[in-house]
């Protein structure tokens, strides 16, 4: 018998989630997103095919994350299903848009090659979100006024509490338009209630613990500048994203539809588990703030506002907390690349989220060359401009940008970046140890200013401070030193020698985010 796999997938999510800067506009885009993608996709299947079953596995495979996987008993029915949801996207949404393909599968394929046919239909699915490539704007007659939010489609409505003219699309996104997004403590039921068939009985208590005892007051945050309030260095914020390493290998190898259905339903219940139970636990250590957006979360995709102090704890635990419980799943357990970008809450959302995004990239390729596991990568944004990650990082924090380039042939990097999860653990131990002692201030930034200088001035300048500050403090300062790969002999600090033969310090990496922590 051949039935038909349906691959759905939402086009170009980001985009549409960071169309306008205002939080509330992006918190409403990102609760249609999901409940879109969660329940209503699923309702208008069922429109198409009465018969079809969202709570058998052998029909949703899943949906989430902005993905779903469908099978249906004939080609005409899959058809039917896929226009009746791109037609549910554009009326919802009106620029949001999905794309869906259909692949023929056989009973046996479904029993042993599942895996390997879900790959097939994911690369259908590319090539067709090709073929429709970017939506264009409509042009606008002189006379027409340009949405005030978004600056993209005509504007139809007069939004009176903001006194802005804005476009069908933005209107939808505004809080009074339609229901508000689920609430926290409505959503951590959620999870609990909806849990997995075969769901290991340790995950249960990942939610459990956090809804034990009194809640505790948490404040929806106005806006970015709300949460910048609450950090550590006042006006700064911190955007989070994590996506899962090799998940598509890792799916590729499940042979049975029940197997693949049941790992990706179980991965998104754990992220969503462990992403709530964190976020929970900085909410009793400081009731009544307004510490955090959850931008998106599903699927092995996790996108967060928060303050700089908390997004590296917060990854850390979270990342450390996937790997853990997901060894359920998977000998070995699963992993992220997690990109954390800082910047003033006035900086661009769209430009902190497309940096995090290169951020996150970095991270999964230093995870794929270290074998596995999480890595972070991070960065700071202090000037108004945006550079591109790949010019910092190749050009800015290398040997070219010294004042007196080396006369050898060694490569220099001022960095260490991007950092597996052990090794930023300890990065933050140091920077922590460093304010407890009270490490003199100007001392670090002699330090890391002479990195820019020369590689030999930098040594010299290390070597100066290790000599003339305090015992307590050149203790805690050489022990940084050794813990990241500097060795008296043959190389100065704050230098480490590569096996390639080339040099980095991770001096720079402790005195960039030494004032958010």
Known sequence: MTRYLVAL???????????????SDIREASGLLDRLNRSEILNIIQEAYPDFKRDDPVQCIYAAGGSALIILPDEETAEKAIRAVEAL????????????VKVPISDEELRTQFGQKVRWAGHQLRRRKAEKGKGRTLPVAPYMHFCDACA???AVHHDVERDELICRACRIKRPTS????????????????????????????????????PKPTYVLPKDFDAIGECAKRKGYIALVYADGNRMGQALERLKTVGEYSRFAKLVDDLLLRVTY??????????????????????????MIVTTPDLAFDMALEVAHDFEEYSRALRDGGLS??????IAHARYPIAAMQQLATDLQKRAKRRSFEVGGGTVIDFAVVTAAGSEDLERIRDEVLTEQIFTFPPQDDIKYRLTQRPYTLEELGRLLDHVRRFKEKGFPHSQLHAMYESLFHSPMQASLATLQTIGRVRDRHKEILWAFFQEFGVRAKPVLPPWRDRDDGSRDSALGDLVEIYPFL
Not at 9 to 23: Q, V
């Open 277 to 302: 139970r964190a976020l929970v636990r900085q909410i009793k250590s400081q009731p009544g703030k307004p510490l955090f957006e959850v931008l998106m979360a599903g699927g092995d995709d996790l």
């Open 336 to 341: 992220f690349g997690i990109g954390i970008a």
């Open 178 to 213: 339609g229901g508000a997004r689920q609430g926290l403590w409505e959503k951590l039921s959620s999870v609990t209630e909806n849990t997995p068939a075969n769901a290991p009985v340790e995950w249960k208590e990942l939610i459990n613990e956090t809804l034990e005892g």
């Open 89 to 100: 996207y554009r009326e919802k949404t009106v620029t949001a848009s999905i794309t869906g």
């Open 9 to 23: 997938d939402a086009d170009r999510i980001k985009e549409y989630l960071f169309t306008t800067p205002a939080l």
């Open 152 to 154: 993209q489609l005509p």
